[in-house]
């Protein structure tokens, strides 16, 4: 015989013959918004009933309605503490110096790789001297000719003469002399001077006066190719000196006898800067050429207070030029100031006129 059954489903237990029946799964969001979210409508009459349903409610996995707390996967990530934190950024800055001092040696590398390629390129220039390197222009060209007659000076004597000269020298006399007639303009701008002589000049005065004259050019540039060509051409200028260069350039060292002994018989290198100004005949129009002296005595002499002392009244004009007296001044200057002075006496004598003639007009 079977018994009947009499006890009730949970379902039943949430509805009334009036009701409506509430699944349980709309107790399983908070959300009012859900479509799930429903107000559980009590029987009035089952007391028992609710009894069951608030003990059956709490035992399902999401039964966390009503307690105003989320749930276990909606938690936020814990913050880092401080040492946490101290040991994050230690760790990523030694990841950045890292990096920095990997990139400091690669930077080291590539500028070792250019040293050397630049030290081979110096070799090869070396190896071939300006005269035999392709210019490209004519004006470089004219240049490099002018070097390489003037390369050791001019044959000079002690008597300034053609007596002692050997028949080489007197060869090369010539050519230099057909040169700067040929590829100079006849006033060429040297200097404060206007001329080929002063310039041919200049160049007995510096191989009289030294030693061992030798002149080195580094490279040659064309600065302006049109219309006026600029070309440089710096140089090295190497001289021995003698007693003749203290006596002729430096005489007021000579009562220093100490620095004269340690002048004499020495070997100095000049820097010298030559620009070369080229005019619409393709002749060289002006020359200017800068000699730094102070650079080379400090560099043999080792302290700058020498060094002043042989600058303080050398016979070093404007332009480098060398030789005579610090008063001497250039042709040209020396024209001007004699015309000038004439225009001032012809000016007072006017003036001295029409003084007396006021004079007796007054009288």
């Not at 399902?60 to 040492?83: C, E, F, H, I, Q």
């Not at 002006?286 to 002499?301: E, H, I, M």
Request: hydrophobic letters at 35%; aromatic letters at 8%; proline letters at 4%.
């Amino acid at each position: 015989m079977n018994i009947h059954d009499r006890r009730m489903d949970i379902t039943a237990l949430c509805c009334s013959s009036t009701d409506k029946c509430v699944p349980l799964e709309a107790f399983a969001t908070d959300d009012v918004s859900s479509p799930h979210h429903v107000d559980v409508a009590w029987p009035r009459d089952s007391a028992l009933n609710r009894q069951r349903l608030l003990a059956v409610v709490p035992t399902t996995p999401t039964a966390y309605v009503g307690t105003g707390k989320a749930s276990p996967s909606r938690k936020r990530s814990r913050r880092l503490s401080n040492s946490e934190r101290g040991k994050l950024y230690r760790s990523r800055r030694k990841t950045y110096v890292q990096t920095l001092e990997e990139q400091v040696e690669e930077l080291k590398q590539e500028v070792t790789q250019l040293d050397l390629c630049e030290w081979s390129r110096q070799q090869q220039l070396a190896a071939w001297p300006p005269a035999r390197q392709p210019m490209g222009t004519t004006f470089a060209n004219i240049v490099d000719e002018y070097f390489s007659l003037f390369k050791y000076g001019v044959p000079v004597t002690e008597q300034d003469g053609v007596v002692g000269i050997r028949q080489d020298q007197l060869s090369l006399s010539f050519q230099q002399d057909r040169y700067l007639k040929g590829l100079m303009h006849s006033d060429v701008v040297f200097g404060d001077s206007y001329g080929v002589h002063e310039l041919l000049d200049q160049w007995k005065k510096y191989s009289l006066n030294h030693a061992g004259l030798r002149y080195e050019v580094k490279s040659l540039q064309l600065v302006v190719a049109h219309p006026s060509p600029v070309v440089l051409a710096p140089a090295t200028l190497h001289v021995r000196f003698t007693r003749r260069t203290i006596e002729k350039i430096f005489p007021h060292v000579l009562w220093n006898e100490g620095l004269v002994q340690r002048l004499i018989g020495t070997e100095f290198a000049y820097s010298v800067g030559n620009t070369f100004y080229f005019g619409d005949d393709n002749k060289i129009h002006r020359y200017d050429t800068y000699v730094d002296f102070v650079a080379a005595f400090v560099d043999v002499l080792g302290n700058i207070e020498d060094s002043m002392t042989m600058m303080e009244s050398a016979l070093i004009r404007k332009g480098s030029m060398i030789g005579g007296d610090l008063l001497d001044e250039p042709q040209s200057f020396a024209a001007e100031k004699a015309q000038r002075v004439e225009m001032m006496g012809g000016r007072e004598g006017q003036e001295s006129t029409c003084a007396c003639d006021c004079i007796g007009l007054s009288s």
